[in-house]
Nanobody
Framework: QVQLVESGGGLVQAGGSLRLSCAAS????????MGWYRQALGKQRELVAT???????NYADSVKGRFAISRDNAKNTLYLQMNSLTPEDTAVYYC???????????????WGQGTQVTVSS
């Protein structure tokens, strides 16, 4: 069993910044891809950014140039630096990870419980 715990959400004014963190713990041998997703009220969950174990990144067009995803493999921790926030970024942000519980196992996809980000105008 793996736990993904997000932190760093909150209320910020438009134009401000926040840094989200996601700490993975539990029965982990290795972590492959990790990512951030978000879900605004009344909308479907959407991809924000992903990062591979080697550091390759992918971003949604709506956040390119404003958000930066990174990870600390030694700490099994994922980050999302969010700058120039707008009210349209308001959502619950979820962390995800594809992890292997033991050597040579298939990867298992896991989600965190989410952290609320609210951007006021």
């Amino acid at each position: 069993q793996v736990q993904l715990v997000e932190s760093g959400g909150g209320l910020v004014q438009a134009g401000g910044s926040l840094r989200l963190s996601c700490a993975a713990s539990g029965n982990i041998f290795s972590i492959n891809a990790m990512g951030w997703y978000r879900q605004a009220l009344g909308k479907q969950r959407e991809l924000v950014a992903t990062i591979t174990s080697g550091g390759s990144t992918n971003y949604a067009d709506s956040v390119k140039g404003r958000f930066a995803i990174s990870r600390d493999n030694a700490k099994n921790t994922l980050y999302l630096q969010m700058n120039s926030l707008t009210p349209e970024d308001t959502a619950v942000y979820y962390c995800s990870a594809d992890y292997g519980p033991y050597y040579n196992s298939a990867y298992v996809h896991s989600w965190g419980q989410g952290t609320q980000v609210t951007v006021s105008s």
